[in-house]
């Protein structure tokens, strides 16, 4: 008896945890910029090859999504993945090299690599490694392919970098009538080319989703009348003169269609124009001020300023139920609304207390978030991946353009053109 | 000679001498004279001639030369003010960018900070509880004990016919009360570890979770599921990819993340580290950090 009831009092930890694989759940991390470097594209001593580098490094440092390491940082310089000694980039995700070797009289040969840090040297780490072949004049356009490659791989979402903006530059001088151009440029502002010149004002240019022709508005018979233009020809038509207002034309995703807005009375609605045909269907009515529609990606979706409940707010319009459906509820004044290319946010400018500044709103949530705060901003227009807007503001009485990444994170002022710039709009 | 013949051969060799040198004199002067009113004024009239064609012209060249390239100094001279405005109001923009991004990162760490404090406290608190509760077990198995080799050390009386009835009862009582004890004890064990476990459970999805960069636009009913290996000291051994979410760039950001976090906060105690060798993560991009969805 004794022995069974000291046999009973054993040692007491004897519990073990089995060990099969312990289950975790992550369901929560940051949202901040990508950490990466870009190496000077070599030959380092050849002024092209870094103006390469440096477009590609401006490029992913302007989108918000990447912290990009300065070039007073870096003092190793790698040309290929197989030069490159880990213990030298710290705390850096990824590598950019390259470089850029002449081939004949005004060809060149722009060959990168991306490169994983994480990764073990190694054809495993290789993430991107491509040669691209361009003309002297098109090396900037080759350096933005390659930021867009960049840009995709690491993000998932396609670059915006190898694309053109349009916009309307004002030339005013004292004692001289003012000329008005119609310009087109890349997305970063620079090689600038007028499309179309005049001494009576141009507005609100529209771009066709295949970025052959701009819808504008001009008033060159001393009225309003919309026109297309033929980007690479030259060559434009009339598309609508009617009495009043002819205004704020948009494309719809499939070309076929423009919507503008036309004056009703003391009122202003927006109607559909075919192309083909140049039949119009009205659109919006009511006693309201309908103008400035936007075609979302999907093309099922127009949106639309609309002061119907009083002041200015931005409105859905289903283009196959024809239900409309406010969207905006922030601030005294909505307008100018647009969709991101995911649908997900909608881009619009907001003012309150007098400030007019760019806003971001949540479609899911409802937050609403500013991407500008120097009360100044008109006229965004967002980038066809939907990751940064354009839009125009004022420093010192002149008409600048400032970009913006959607998160807010990267500001820039454009380089200032011989005049006053405004009403730009970001072509496909 | 007398004197007289004397001084008038001196006066008269004075008087030569006074003649001659004034002739001479004469005759130079107006040579000079000649030369000053006619050559010079020869020479200067021709070359004031040539002088004032050729320098007009080539003084006019000359200004007009100096002002162009004064004009074109001044010109890139205002470029380059304008140049250097410009890149220090983009560097005044950049600063500005930089400290709050700075500010926001160090409320960012205070707030994690605090977390991380709050853990801490909490398990601790629970293991001072647990403890206490052991000590109170124990002390209840030892005054059982001592009970029990009380009751085993009485001396045995004579059995009589309900005597051994009674003992065998309380006997029993006591061993089930031990037994009842011992489970209790167990128990306590049990959850203590298992406290532990989750505290280090946490500590580990903290750390992963910081350095998890979430991609922009990212779908958020997808999900994955990852295969980590870690050596005695928290490292990182292994990654594998059991699941994919089916978006190559999400499943890459979670391996960034963990490889990142290398090493792993584990607990260095023996009966936890072997739950630790081998951990199944799950993923599904819900929402930052610190609420914000």
New interface residues.
């Given amino acids: 008896?004794?022995k069974r009831?000291l046999f009973?009092?054993?040692p007491?930890?004897?519990?073990?945890?089995t060990?099969a694989?312990?289950?975790?759940?992550?369901?929560?991390?940051?949202?901040?910029a990508?950490p990466i470097a870009v190496v000077p594209f070599a030959d380092r001593t050849n002024p092209l090859a870094t103006m390469v580098s440096n477009i590609i490094s401006a490029d992913l440092k302007n989108s918000g999504?990447f912290n990009v390491l300065p070039s007073y940082q870096i003092n190793t310089y790698p040309s290929t993945p197989a030069d490159v000694h880990r213990e030298d980039w710290n705390n850096l995700?990824s590598l950019v090299m390259g470089s850029v070797k002449p081939i004949s009289n005004d060809r060149y040969q722009i060959n990168f690599s991306l490169v994983d840090l994480?990764k073990k040297a190694g054809p495993d780490s290789v993430l991107l490694s491509q040669s691209i072949e361009v003309t002297q004049s098109s090396l900037r356009r080759g350096a933005h392919q390659i930021a867009d490659m960049i840009f995709k791989k690491?993000?998932?979402?396609p670059g915006c970098f190898n694309t053109k903006i349009a916009y309307v530059l004002v030339k005013r001088r004292p004692m001289q009538p003012s000329r008005y151009f119609l310009m087109v440029a890349d997305a970063d502002g620079y090689r600038p080319q007028v499309l179309v010149s005049s001494s009576d004002p141009m507005m609100s240019p529209a771009w066709s989703p295949d970025g052959r022709h701009i819808a504008y508005v001009s008033f060159e018979n001393r009225r309003a009348a919309i026109y297309i233009l033929d980007v690479f020809s030259g060559s434009r038509h009339l598309v609508s003169q009617q009495t009043g207002i002819n205004g704020a034309p948009a494309f719809t995703k499939d070309g076929k269609q423009l919507a503008l807005v036309l004056s009703q009375g003391d009122n202003t609605k927006i109607a559909l124009l075919d192309l083909a045909s140049l039949q119009q269907t009205p659109l919006t009515d009511g006693r309201s001020i309908d103008t400035e529609p936007s075609f979302s990606l999907d093309g099922k979706t127009m949106l639309f300023t609309s002061d119907r409940s009083g002041t200015p707010e931005i409105y859905s319009f289903d283009l196959s139920t024809k239900a409309i459906q406010k969207l905006s509820n922030t601030g005294d004044y909505n307008a100018r609304g647009q969709l991101t290319a995911?649908m997900?946010h909608l881009v619009m400018l907001d003012r309150s207390h007098g400030q007019f500044n760019i806003a971001v709103q949540d479609l899911q949530?409802g937050d609403v978030d500013l991407l500008t705060d120097d009360g100044n901003a008109q006229s965004p227009s967002v980038s066809p991946n939907?990751?940064m807007v354009i839009y125009s503001t004022r420093q010192n009485k002149q008409g600048l353009l400032g970009l913006v990444s959607i998160?807010g994170r990267a500001?820039l002022i454009l380089?200032d053109n011989e005049g006053s710039v405004q009403d730009p709009a970001w072509g496909p | 000679m007398n004197e007289r013949t004397l001084r008038y051969r001196r006066s008269a060799l004075y008087f030569s001498g006074g003649l001659h040198l004034s002739i001479i004199l004469m005759l130079t002067l107006s040579f000079n004279i000649k030369t000053a009113s006619t050559l010079p004024a020869a020479t200067t009239s021709l070359v004031s001639i040539q002088a004032v064609s050729v320098n007009q012209h080539s003084v006019q060249q000359e200004i007009s030369k100096i002002k162009h390239e004064q004009e074109v100094k001044k010109q890139t001279e205002m470029n380059h003010q304008k140049a250097l405005k410009r890149s220090a109001d983009q560097a005044k923009q950049e600063r500005a960018q930089e400290q709050k991004q700075l500010a926001l990162l160090k409320v960012e760490a205070a707030k994690l900070q605090a977390q991380k404090k709050q853990i801490e406290v909490d398990a601790k608190n629970r293991l001072a509880d647990i403890k206490k509760q052991q000590a109170l077990a124990q002390n209840q198995l030892a005054s059982f004990k001592r009970q029990q080799e009380a009751l085993a050390a009485k001396p045995k009386m004579p059995p009589t016919p309900n005597a051994p009835t009674i003992n065998h009862d309380a006997e029993k009582d006591l061993l089930q009360k031990i037994n009842d004890e011992q489970q209790h004890l167990a128990s306590i064990n049990q959850q203590m570890l298992q406290s532990e476990l989750e505290k280090y459970k946490s500590l580990i999805l903290n750390a992963i979770g910081r350095q998890w960069n979430m991609p922009a636009n990212v779908n958020k009913n997808l999900s994955a599921q990852f295969q980590i290996n870690l050596d005695a000291n928290g490292n990182v051994l292994s990654i594998q990819l059991l699941k994919s979410s089916s978006d190559a760039v999400l499943d890459r950001s979670v391996q960034l993340a963990i490889q990142k976090a290398s090493p792993l906060p584990i607990p260095s105690s023996p009966d936890l580290l072997s739950s630790f060798k081998e951990l199944r993560l799950t993923v599904r991009p819900e929402g930052l950090m610190g609420g914000a969805a």
């Fill in positions: 008896m004794r009831i009973l009092i054993l007491l930890f004897l519990f073990q945890l060990s694989a312990l289950d975790l759940e992550l369901t929560h991390g940051v949202d901040s990508i999504q995700n994480y690491l993000t998932g979402i995911d997900n949530n939907g990751m998160d500001k380089p």
